[in-house]
């Protein structure tokens, strides 16, 4: 056996250290790699529109390429007709380079197919593409999210937040809370009761947790407190790590009605009373309706001391399917780039 040599007193935490550093090294070369390879896409896609717009090139053209790139690096896959259309969209919809590379050259380029055949508007892939960076979602995550419309439904609860929240949380806020609430995961039908919503929501408690958006910890379900010797039960307790306070959530399985505010009131004037500690800030209401009318609910919200949203929920959502490119599916050059290989393959 080879003698076993002493460790200085400092190796564990230097070697730890040594292993932070290594992924760190590996991850930045990961992204350099991954932002030279869309760059390059890009300058692929530029170049071939500006042939088509200065020469008339035709399809046999994009085609005859996609067989010499192949053809000249082998071992590269990412040259199939399909994809190669996929660079002449991908420059078309962003022709500033500086985009490219400061912020869709970050996202991989599967990401970047997402974001080309699910939108339309430069904005709002602009807008998605910088939140999946800032959030590390994944290509599936993303398209859940695009399907879902979930930057078009942020911020859009009636609320009072502006009138009851110090100023530098109020934007937070409002930004935590969404309008329409998607429950189709629950897979119940429109008529369930609130006791029978409240179950399958806390069944699925991650996918619930998912759709109110990041901060949100869970806290309970028919969580007890005892006001004057009677009892009562909130629906749902959560607490938001970024707002540093407690969020109740009231089920309503109908229209919004203003008196529903005042059970929600009292709920968290007894939150604020019985849990919340003293560093927390003031607990946050929010009222998930069947349906509302907006405008009610912003004149109901205006007497309300608290602050409080009220939201509508959808338990079975039929999404309109986003417009479609001329483009191949992302499905079907996922095939071609398999087929890619399969090709190479056979001719070696």
Request: hydrophobic share 45%; charged share 25%; proline share 5%.
């Amino acid at each position: 056996m080879p003698d076993i040599v002493p460790l200085p007193p400092d190796y564990a935490g230097w070697l730890a250290e040594l292993k932070t550093r290594i992924h760190a090294a590996q991850q930045r070369a990961a992204l350099a790699v991954n932002r030279e390879l869309v760059l390059l896409y890009w300058q692929i896609g530029r170049d071939i529109l500006a042939r088509q717009a200065q020469q008339g090139w035709g399809a046999k053209v994009i085609e005859r390429l996609a067989q010499d790139l192949r053809a000249a690096f082998p071992d590269m896959k990412g040259f199939s007709r399909a994809n190669l259309m996929y660079m002449r969209a991908f420059a078309d919809a962003w022709p500033d380079e500086a985009i490219v590379q400061q912020a869709v050259g970050q996202l991989p380029w599967g990401h970047n197919l997402v974001l080309l055949t699910k939108l339309k508007e430069p904005d709002r892939r602009l807008a998605y593409a910088e939140r999946a960076i800032s959030h590390g979602w994944s290509r599936t995550m993303l398209e859940i999210h695009i399907e879902t419309r979930l930057l078009e439904r942020e911020g859009k609860a009636a609320t009072n937040f502006a009138e009851r929240l110090p100023a530098p949380g109020t934007d937070l806020a409002r930004q935590s809370l969404k309008d329409p609430y998607l429950f189709d995961f629950l897979g119940i039908g429109k008529e369930a009761g609130e006791r029978e919503i409240e179950t399958a929501l806390v069944q699925h408690i991650t996918q619930f947790l998912l759709e109110l958006g990041a901060g949100f910890a869970f806290v309970g379900r028919q969580v007890h407190l005892e006001v004057g010797g009677d009892d009562f039960f909130i629906d749902l307790l959560f607490y938001h790590l970024k707002l540093r306070c407690y969020v109740v959530i009231e089920l309503k399985a109908d229209k919004f009605k203003p008196e529903h505010l005042g059970q929600l009131s009292f709920y968290l004037t007894a939150v604020d009373m019985q849990v919340k500690a003293e560093q927390d800030n003031p607990t946050i209401g929010l009222l998930l309706c069947k349906s509302k009318n907006k405008v009610i609910a912003e004149y109901a919200l205006r007497d309300k001391t608290q602050p409080i949203g009220v939201a509508e929920y959808q338990l079975i959502e039929s999404l309109p399917a986003e417009l479609q490119t001329s483009l191949p599916s992302i499905e079907q050059i996922e095939q071609a780039l398999a087929d890619d290989g399969h090709a190479d393959e056979e001719q070696a």
